[in-house]
Every structure is written in structure tokens, then in C-alpha cells.
């Protein structure tokens, strides 16, 4: 079955406590983003990846790292996380490097909360 | 950058039909328009996606008309499974690569019996 996993699902820590969300899909995609969702505000892309070892900041990048060794695989890191990184977190991919009109794929979500 | 703009919030009742209207100025040329429906506590899913003119597919239409400055999302005879939030996507151009990909706000549509 075609899809987007990440993990884990939900996730809470400590400020300043370094953590690793995963995300793997498995649709030989070129393209994996990452977003995060707060209320009223909808869906902000983090980053995004045009293919391996291509990154680059979406609209809110401040306090986040990405990293694209192996095409499948697009984890989002928190060197140091903070309170206001407190979010629900979705990754995505889309096959082909530009262009929209390639339908994106979202994983189930990640729900963190940072104390 | 393709900025989208749509209403907060949208009520209907079962059996009605619901148009849901997009606004993005500054779609640039090569863009597309994609509309997605996201659920409580999941990851939103693709309904569909136009250039221009009409669209229609199994579970919705999307109206687009000749200057691309807006688009209309219609749900027809909604149930209240379609209570969800409905996002606009147009993308971003930057140099003719069109990859950071800008979601609106998104529209919470709730359907009442």
C-alpha cells in the first residue's frame, strides 16, 4: 500500500531535549516536505527536499533541521526544542521536482508537545 | 507568492450544495490550483486539482475561471462526512521552480443533519 509514515505519533519532551521525527515513504517519490499545523494558522511548510541530498527552508524554518541521505526517508530534527514548537507536524511527498501538479501524500501526523 | 485567501468557516446542511471560494491573486502561470480535505487527527488527502475552466470528478468540481485569480470548490448534496477542513493549494514560483508549496488557512465546512 501506497504511503507516508511517520513516527512517532505523538511525542512529548523537554525544552532543549534534542528529538528526531521520522517519516518514510514508500512511493519512490523525489519530492518530501515537512509541515506543521496550529490553530488558525493551517499548514506552514518547514522544509522540503527536491531529492537526495537537496534541501531547502520552507516558510518557517527557524529552529528545525532536515536531512535527505536515502530517497525514502526525510527526518525532521529539533537540535533544541522550545515550547513554541509545540504543533502537530506532517510530512509529505509528491512524485517530480517542480511544479504543483503533482498530488501530495500526507503521513497520519506527529503531535508534539514541548514542556 | 501565490497567497491564498478563503473563508474561516462555512455551515450547511445535509443534501445542500456547497461552493467554497479560493482567492490567489498572484497564481503564477505554470501553477496549479489543488484543493485538499483534511479530517480531525489526520493528514490531508487530495480531492482535485484544475488549471483552468471546469473540472469534475467522482467527489467534487472545481471552477476556474479565465484569469485564475480565483477558484471555487463545489461539494454537491453534502453529507455530514464531509464535515472537514478544505484547503487551497497554489504554488510558489521562484525562478520557475514551484516547490515551496503554500497552503491557505483552510475552510472548517460543518454539516448539520
Known amino acids: 500500500e501506497a504511503q507516508v509514515t511517520q513516527n512517532p505519533r505523538y511525542l512529548i519532551t523537554v525544552t532543549g531535549k534534542k528529538l528526531t521525527v521520522t517519516c518514510s515513504q514508500n512511493m519512490n517519490h523525489e519530492y518530501m516536505s515537512w509541515y506543521r499545523q496550529d490553530p488558525g494558522l493551517g499548514l506552514r511548510q518547514i522544509y522540503y527536499?527536491?531529492?537526495?541530498?537537496?534541501?531547502d527552508k520552507g516558510d518557517v524554518p527557524e529552529g528545525y533541521k532536515v536531512s535527505r541521505k536515502e530517497k525514502r526517508n526525510f527526518p525532521l530534527i529539533l537540535e533544541s526544542p522550545s515550547p513554541n514548537q509545540t504543533s502537530l507536524y506532517f510530512c509529505?511527498?509528491?512524485?517530480?521536482?517542480?511544479?504543483?501538479?503533482?498530488?501530495?501524500?500526507f503521513g497520519s501526523g506527529t503531535q508534539l508537545s514541548v514542556l | 507568492l501565490a497567497k491564498t485567501t478563503q473563508p474561516i468557516s462555512m455551515d450547511s446542511y445535509e443534501g445542500q450544495e456547497v461552493n467554497i471560494t479560493c482567492s490567489h491573486n498572484n497564481i503564477a502561470t505554470n501553477d496549479y490550483i489543488t484543493w485538499y480535505q483534511q479530517f480531525p487527527s489526520q493528514g490531508p488527502r487530495f480531492i482535485i486539482q484544475g488549471y483552468k475552466t471546469k473540472v469534475t470528478n467522482e467527489v467534487a468540481s472545481l471552477f476556474i475561471p479565465a484569469d485564475r485569480k480565483s477558484s471555487t470548490l463545489s461539494l454537491p448534496r453534502v453529507s455530514l462526512s464531509d464535515t472537514a477542513v478544505y484547503y487551497c493549494?497554489?504554488?510558489?514560483?521562484?525562478?520557475?521552480?514551484?516547490?515551496?508549496?503554500?497552503f491557505g488557512t483552510g475552510t472548517l465546512l460543518a454539516v448539520q443533519p
Open positions: 527536499s527536491m531529492n537526495v541530498e537537496v534541501t
Open positions: 509529505a511527498s509528491r512524485s517530480g521536482g517542480t511544479g504543483t501538479r503533482e498530488k501530495l501524500f
Open positions: 493549494l497554489v504554488g510558489a514560483s521562484y525562478g520557475g521552480a514551484t516547490n515551496k508549496l503554500i
